[in-house]
């Protein structure tokens, strides 16, 4: 009806529960499951109602979870964005119904306009810095001037962030060392499956070409662990014969170095649950918060591994 004066109410009623939407990437890694439980424990933990949607690594599958969390009218809408482009409309149709985005892990870039004006936060690695330790730890590690060094690689999933920024970070250290060359390099979509079955053809084509594969450079754990057994499968000694470095630090990644057949792991950390809970809190009390929000992380080489795993946390 009409003639009453409209509530006009900016705060939550302090009875009523702070309603997160969280769309998720899918399960395609130990990091990524990881990433969901902590942010489902976390929400527990905080009292917030955390609706939680699986997009199984399809990006029109989080433009429904994010138009749905619109039409729900959530407090607070978080996501982990797939790849980083193609989220103007549903974006611009978030902040027309001005419900606040946060983004998690990965970052976005917008065709038109500033991505920055479409999210109230970004909290997560920075990725090209991920991507230059992997290459700094490799060229201390194998302390070649100037016999050549051949790399295969294994990206992420095609034109997400990570697979990018990883990719740039790792060639700007390159670039400073003429010897060291990128022989391969293609996607293994962050899975164990993918990450085998384009390592195979790595060591065939190699083969083929009369090519020796010197390193292995993975953008995550999940796909080294896929090629180790690969390089198994053809018969050489992961870790020695190849030398592997990939990025995560998840536990299986401690195992396979404690085994001898990983010999490094850049971490990223998963865990941004407790962040991700603050913040929505924060914003829904009003705060401004900072734009950028960087996770800390360290470098795991395979002779700290044993003493490392008892005190990882994913
Ligand atoms: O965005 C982070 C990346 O996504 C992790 O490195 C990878 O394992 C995950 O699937």
Same mark, same amino acid.
């Given at each position: 009806g009409c003639g009453g004066a409209k509530q006009e109410t900016t705060t939550k009623p302090a009875d009523k529960k702070i309603v997160?939407g969280?769309?998720?990437?899918?399960? +395609?890694?130990?990091?990524?499951?990881?990433?969901?439980?902590?942010?489902?424990? =976390?929400?527990?933990?905080?009292?917030?109602e955390?609706k939680? =949607?699986? &997009?199984?690594?399809?990006?029109?599958?989080?433009?429904?979870?994010?138009r749905s969390f619109i039409q729900q009218k959530v407090d607070v809408?978080?996501?982990?964005?797939?790849?980083?482009?193609?989220?103007?409309?549903?974006?611009?149709e978030a902040k027309a119904a001005k419900i606040p985005?946060?983004?998690?892990? /990965?970052?976005?870039?917008?065709? =038109?306009? $500033?991505?920055?004006?479409?999210?109230?936060?970004?909290?997560?690695? %920075?990725?090209? +810095?991920?991507? /230059? /330790?992997?290459?700094?730890?490799?060229?201390?590690?194998?302390?070649?001037? $100037?016999?050549?060094?051949?790399?295969?690689?294994?990206?992420?999933?095609?034109? =997400?962030?990570?697979?990018?920024? /990883?990719?740039?970070?790792?060639?700007?250290?390159?670039?400073?060392?003429?010897?060291?060359?990128?022989?391969?390099?293609?996607?293994?979509?962050?899975?164990?499956?993918?990450?085998?079955?384009?390592? +195979?053809?790595?060591?065939?084509?190699?083969?083929? %070409?009369?090519?020796?594969?010197?390193?292995?450079? &993975?953008?995550? %754990?999940?796909?080294?662990?896929?090629?180790?057994? &690969?390089?198994?499968?053809?018969?050489?000694?992961?870790?020695?014969?190849?030398?592997?470095?990939?990025?995560?630090?998840?536990?299986?990644?401690?195992?396979?170095?404690?085994?001898?057949?990983?010999?490094?792991?850049?971490?990223?950390?998963?865990?941004?649950?407790?962040?991700?809970?603050?913040?929505?809190? %924060?914003?829904v009390?009003g705060?401004?918060?900072?734009?950028?929000?960087?996770?800390?992380?360290?470098?795991?080489?395979?002779?700290?591994?044993?003493?490392?795993?008892?005190?990882?946390?994913?």
């Open positions: 997160l969280f769309s998720q990437i899918g399960a +395609e890694s130990e990091w990524r499951t990881a990433n969901t439980e902590s942010i489902k424990a =976390s929400a527990q933990a905080a009292g917030i955390l939680f =949607s699986d &997009a199984q690594q399809k990006q029109e599958n989080q433009i429904k979870a994010l809408i978080a996501f982990s964005p797939v790849v980083e482009t193609g989220w103007d409309a549903v974006l611009q985005v946060i983004l998690t892990d /990965r970052s976005i870039k917008m065709s =038109s306009g $500033n991505a920055e004006d479409y999210y109230v936060t970004f909290m997560g690695s %920075d990725f090209v +810095e991920e991507g /230059r /330790r992997a290459g700094k730890w490799l060229v201390d590690f194998m302390k070649k001037d $100037n016999e050549v060094v051949n790399i295969v690689e294994l990206q992420g999933t095609v034109g =997400s962030a990570p697979a990018i920024d /990883r990719k740039a970070g790792f060639e700007e250290i390159l670039k400073q060392h003429a010897n060291y060359k990128v022989i391969k390099s293609q996607t293994g979509d962050f899975t164990r499956a993918k990450g085998k079955e384009v390592m +195979e053809s790595f060591l065939k084509s190699a083969k083929a %070409d009369g090519e020796k594969i010197d390193v292995l450079y &993975a953008h995550n %754990d999940d796909m080294a662990i896929g090629a180790i057994q &690969a390089i198994e499968e053809a018969g050489l000694k992961p870790g020695k014969d190849i030398i592997i470095v990939s990025i995560d630090g998840v536990k299986g990644a401690f195992e396979a170095m404690i085994a001898g057949k990983l010999n490094a792991t850049i971490e990223c950390s998963p865990l941004l649950g407790d962040q991700l809970m603050t913040a929505t809190k %924060d914003l009390a705060k401004t918060l900072d734009k950028r929000i960087v996770t800390k992380e360290g470098v795991f080489p395979a002779e700290v591994a044993s003493k490392e795993l008892p005190n990882r946390k994913y």
